[in-house]
Structures are given as C-alpha cells and as structure tokens.
C-alpha cells in the first residue's frame, strides 16, 4: 500500500518525506484554503513547490463543474509538472472529462466518492484513482472502511486497473484497516502516519534497555 499524505502544508510534506515512507501527496480547495493560498498563479506555484519536495503524484483539484472548464482547468494544472494527478469531482460532468483525461493520458483522482455504484463509473471512465471518503462515511454512522473492501472486490473481480485511494482518513486504525481491506493508496494527515509509530510498550521497552545499557559501559 502506497501512503500518500494529505495536506498542503509544506512543513508537513518535508516531514513525512523525511522520514521516508512518503509516495505522494493529495490536496483539495479547503487544504488550500487552509495553508493561505491565494490566486491562480499562487495555486500553481504551490503545487510546482510540492512536486519538486515529494517523487510522487501530487493531486491537484479542479474548481469548475462543467465539462469543457474541468478540461480546461485539467489541462492547465497538468502543465504545471509531470507528477500531477488532475482530482475532479463525481458528478456527471466530472465523469466524462475523467474518461476524456484517461484518453489523452492525463492522470485522474476521482474525488468525493461515497458508494461502489460511483466507484464503478469511475472505473469504467478510466480514473487513474478512486477516493472513497472514509472518514465522513464513518461521521455520518456507517462503516468507511467496509466501502474500501467493496470497491477493492469489485475492482478485481471485473479486472477494473483504477487504483483504490482511501482518503478522508481520521486515525492510525483507518490506515491499518484500509491496508487489511487491500486499499492501494491511503492518503493520510501527518498526525495519523505519526500515530503509527506509537506504542506504550515500545516506549517502556526502550527506557529499560537504555537504563540496562548504563550496566554495559
Ligand atoms: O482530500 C480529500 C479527503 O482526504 C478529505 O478529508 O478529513 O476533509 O474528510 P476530510
């Protein structure tokens, strides 16, 4: 499972990069918004700067709704660098510009996808990936990850190639899930990758040996 991270931030980006485990990095409008960036030309130039940080496929989101804007905007920020996966949303317009970017070899990251019936338009238009939006499944009382397993099952099943990206990730138990449910990619906030690493006995373990290693010297 490849891990992606999700945020804008470029502190943030440095760090999980730093540490070695990173494959990529996805955004979106509010990511944005939350870092202060502002203007086209700001938007792109931020997304040069984390295709230069990460060796990996950055996902840029569209803004337009209508088919011919997707494209146009599509095209513009797959100019910016070769790294760059087009995100554009599951609405009906969002589908055929996926199946017209798989066509003419731009990559797609289908976003906002809440059932296996949107999953399978996704692949059937040729996404590159898909993002189920886990997190928010769980917020509004159903089991997220169990639509990770549907949609993993139905991909290989029908021989669907659309990589399976969970996004909308909350903790480390959603990242471990996503990777028992077969998830290709789990797109996660700093904060979840972290909490990976944590544990008490580890923390314990490792204070006893370090107070026995003062025996040894
Ligand atoms: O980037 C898409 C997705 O990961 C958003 O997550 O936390 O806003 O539901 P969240």
């Not at 700067?49 to 996902?59: A, K, N």
């Not at 886990?134 to 099952?153: A, P, Y």
């Not at 972290?194 to 010297?217: N, Q, R, S, W």
Request: glycine fraction near 8%; proline fraction near 3%.
């Amino acid at each position: 499972m490849k891990f992606f991270i999700d945020t804008a931030n470029l502190d943030q980006i440095r760090e999980a990069n730093e540490l070695g485990i990173l494959d990529g990095v996805t955004t979106n409008p509010s990511l944005m918004a939350k870092e202060g960036i502002k203007g086209e030309q700001a938007i792109f130039q931020h997304y040069k700067t984390i295709c230069e940080l990460v060796d990996g496929d950055v996902s840029a989101e569209v803004i337009s709704t209508d088919y011919k804007g997707i494209l146009d905007e599509a095209q513009k920020l797959a100019d910016i660098h070769p790294n760059i996966v087009v995100k554009v949303p599951m609405i009906k317009d969002g589908v055929k510009a996926i199946k017209w970017l798989s066509e003419n070899g731009i990559k797609t990251n289908c976003t906002l996808v809440f059932s296996a019936g949107q999953a399978i338009l996704c692949a059937k238009a040729g996404a590159t990936y898909v993002s189920p939006f886990i997190g928010r499944i769980d917020d509004s009382g159903w089991d997220g990850v169990q639509l990770i397993e549907q949609v993993k099952h139905i991909y290989t099943v029908q021989g669907f190639e659309t990589k399976v990206l969970a996004a909308s990730i909350r903790n480390p138990n959603h990242i471990i899930r996503c990777a028992e449910a077969g998830a290709d990619v789990c797109t996660c906030p700093l904060d979840s990758i972290m909490g990976l690493l944590k544990h008490p006995l580890t923390d314990i373990g490792l204070a006893k040996f370090l107070e026995d290693a003062k025996k040894t010297v």
